[in-house]
């Protein structure tokens, strides 16, 4: 059974930082993507970051330049590095994985919440 297990939420100043970790575990078949959305109320869910296998970024424009995505193969896991934060980054992070095979669907994990107070 795949699971996604989310952690480094919180609360942080304006101006500050912080890291998300998604650490995927169950995995029998080969992922095409691991990513960061959010969500904040009343707004839909948007992109913030996915990495492909072979490193390939793709950043949502709100984050460009602040927020950094890196991932361990091997390991299965995903981080996201948060600088220069600002009361918009409020939101929970979804931890998203894209399987090669379209037909599995995606996986998410729980949410973590992220805070920023201006």
């Known amino acids: 059974q795949v699971q996604l297990v989310e952690s480094g939420g919180g609360l942080a100043q304006a101006g500050g930082s912080l890291r998300l970790s998604c650490a995927a575990s169950?995995?029998?078949?080969?992922?095409?993507?691991m990513g960061w959305w959010r969500e904040a109320p009343g707004k839909q869910r948007e992109l913030v970051a996915t990495?492909?296998?072979?490193?390939?970024?793709n950043y949502g424009d709100s984050v460009k330049g602040r927020f950094t995505i890196s991932g361990d193969n091997a390991k299965n896991t995903v981080d996201l590095q948060m600088n220069s934060l600002k009361p918009e980054d409020t939101a929970v992070y979804y931890c998203?994985?894209?399987?090669?095979?379209?037909?599995?669907?995606?996986?998410w994990g729980q949410g973590t919440q992220v805070t920023v107070s201006s």
């Open positions: 998203k994985l894209q399987p090669n095979a379209v037909y599995l669907g995606d996986y």
């Open positions: 169950g995995i029998v078949f080969s992922i095409k993507t």
């Open positions: 990495i492909t296998r072979g490193g390939s970024t």
